[in-house]
């Protein structure tokens, strides 16, 4: 007689998804993965647009100790590239190649701000430390993935000597962890410095990720392939294990009671255990909490009103670009990945209250005055720049480059200029004026020689993903965040209100990102192995 399987329901085939499908299949589970998209990887993807390449989701990725261990770990076997980070303001650009770059950097602030010498001199040694501190927290492979713990060598050598500097460092952070403007605030009054410094990062980031950034530059890899190399072979995992994926499926209703979940059709699938790897705003949204006990539906409605009053990350907007010229011009203007501000003067306070002020009186506002500041936006804030085919030559035509240009953009922004009926308007404009921007200072002349453009905005990630917001990395730091937030706790992400079903993804441990969705994806599948030896030592 064969025992019969237990049967995971998985909603979302993004990165959490498809890391828990993979991990269930080896021990043996029958997993079936269901995705609203007719492709895997929700935030993740590789697109194809004549014969470039481009990457919607990550430039690249953070190994953040994570990644590559896990990818090894279920023996996924990939090519990763170099990918190493600029960093320029108007006509200054310096590689990152080490901690020893900070002094580079410390180099230009000061040629661009003499006059805050002495308070550039003072935060450049707090990035150094806190950079120091990342890199405990990104340099050891999570020992979870590395199958060494009956290895005494690793467990006294490397292990436990790391565990204390890994306990110090969360010390550490713990005392950094204000609003990254508040604390900016205290060491310099020069608005612009402060700009420069943090503009790129999700407003109100905690202290200690945004000064501690520097040691993530050196993190990043590429796939060969693109980032959605890694996608590929993870699905190519899940179904070589026998697995199952069904795209084009939205599951519009939970129903814990019978074990259930319903797509737009009408289709319905049992399971014996469910995660849910998807927007969680959603998850509440479509549940049905029928017969279930009134203290479990006494917490669930609890933690539904915590999920619906917060609010996702801000979004982006990505501009694609086919260019006539080749890799070569690139490679010394900040190469394959930099993150690049064409004006020093930084974005300021006045320029912040002018965005709340357009979203919550947007109504007053003429055409006009919102584009001008579109205009304004673009001009003073900081871009990331990505050129797949620097890292590999494949990922465009000979002699020609496909280069992505993106900065941070509100969601709400964006939805009121659609509902004015302004929305193809606002992306030309918005296409046109980074076009120029680009154009007028670190690649001269660019606007000539490009063949054809397009792009993405918050609308685009919210129709790709389902993500709540727009948000590329899960909840806002501006307001309550409804999951768990401190590392000791990670474990714990998994956990839901609701019986036989797990939460994986960026939305279920903040701050999230693409390392993030993975190790919460393997914490649900650690939470329903152990709830099954649980249950057959009764
Ligand atoms: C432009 C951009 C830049 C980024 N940069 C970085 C970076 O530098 N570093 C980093 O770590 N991360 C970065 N990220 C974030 C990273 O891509 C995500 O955090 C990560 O991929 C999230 O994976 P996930 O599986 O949790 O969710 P998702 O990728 O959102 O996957 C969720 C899946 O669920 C599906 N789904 C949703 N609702 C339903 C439903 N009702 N029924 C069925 N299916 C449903 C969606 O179609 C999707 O496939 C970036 C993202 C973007 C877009």
Same mark, same amino acid.
């Given at each position: 007689m064969t025992e019969e399987k237990t049967k995971v329901v998985i909603v979302g085939a993004g990165m959490a998804g498809l890391t828990a499908a993979a991990y269930l299949m080896k021990e043996n589970y029958e997993v079936l993965v269901l995705d609203k998209n007719d492709k895997c990887g929700g935030l993740l993807r590789t697109i194809q647009s004549g014969d470039f390449f481009f990457d919607s989701g990550p430039r690249a990725f953070v190994n953040s100790g994570i990644m590559k261990p896990m990818l090894k770990d279920l023996e996924i076997d990939e090519e990763f590239l170099e990918n190493k980070i600029s960093i320029g303001v108007e006509d200054q650009i310096f590689r990152v190649e080490s901690m020893d770059s900070l002094k580079e950097y410390e180099k230009m602030l000061i040629n661009l701000y003499p006059e805050s010498t002495d308070d550039i001199k003072k935060i450049i040694p707090i990035m150094n430390q806190l950079s120091e501190y990342t890199g405990v927290l990104y340099e050891?492979? +999570?020992? +979870?993935?590395? &199958?060494?713990?009956?290895d005494k060598n690793y467990i006294f050598k490397k292990l436990i000597p790391w565990t204390f500097k890994f306990l110090n460092t969360l010390i550490k952070f713990n005392q950094f962890k204000m609003p990254m403007e508040v604390f900016m605030a205290r060491l310099t009054d020069n608005q612009s410095l402060i700009d420069i410094l943090?503009? &790129?990062?999700? @407003?109100?980031?905690?202290t200690y990720f945004a000064l501690g950034y520097f040691y993530v530059y050196f993190d990043y890899f590429y796939p060969k392939g693109g980032t959605a190399a890694v996608v590929d072979l993870l699905k190519t995992k899940v179904l070589d294990g026998g697995g199952e994926i069904k795209l084009n499926k939205q599951i519009v209703s939970v129903y814990p009671a019978e074990k259930t979940v319903t797509d737009s059709s009408g289709e319905s699938y049992s399971y014996d255990q469910l995660i849910w790897a998807a927007d969680l705003k959603s998850l509440y949204r479509f549940? +049905?909490?029928? @017969?279930?006990e009134a203290e479990i539906s006494a917490k669930i409605e609890t933690e539904s009103q915590a999920m619906l009053a917060s609010k996702g990350a801000e979004s982006v907007f990505i501009l694609f670009l086919a260019v006539d010229r080749p890799t070569s011009y690139f490679q010394t203007k900040g190469g394959e990945h930099m993150f690049y501000t064409p004006s020093r003067m930084g974005l300021g306070q006045t320029m912040r209250l002018e965005r709340e002020n357009l979203v919550k009186d947007f109504e007053s506002k003429t055409k006009e005055e919102v584009f001008e500041w579109v205009d304004q936006y673009c001009a003073l804030n900081t871009y990331e720049v990505s050129i797949p085919a620097l890292r590999d030559t494949a990922m465009a035509p000979e002699g020609k480059t496909g280069v992505m240009i993106s900065c941070l953009l509100d969601y709400d922004v964006v939805e009121k200029i659609e509902k004015a009926g302004w929305y193809g308007e606002f992306k030309e404009t918005l296409e046109n004026r980074i076009t120029s921007i680009f154009s007028e200072s670190i690649y001269p002349g660019i606007a000539d020689d490009i063949l054809f453009k397009f792009s993405s905005t918050p609308l685009t990630i919210k129709q790709v993903s389902g993500s709540s917001e727009g948000a590329i990395t899960g909840w806002s730091f501006e307001g309550n965040v409804p999951v768990v937030n401190k590392l000791a706790d990670i474990p714990k992400s998994a956990l839901t209100p609701i019986p036989e079903v797990y939460q994986a993804g960026q939305w279920a441990y903040s701050p999230a990102g693409v390392p993030i969705a993975m190790l919460t994806g393997w914490y649900a599948t650690q939470k329903i192995l152990k709830e099954a030896k649980r249950s057959r030592g009764k």
């Open positions: 050891f492979d +999570n020992p +979870n993935f590395t &199958h060494l713990m009956n943090i503009q &790129h990062f999700f @407003r109100k980031t905690p549940l +049905n909490p029928a @017969r279930l």
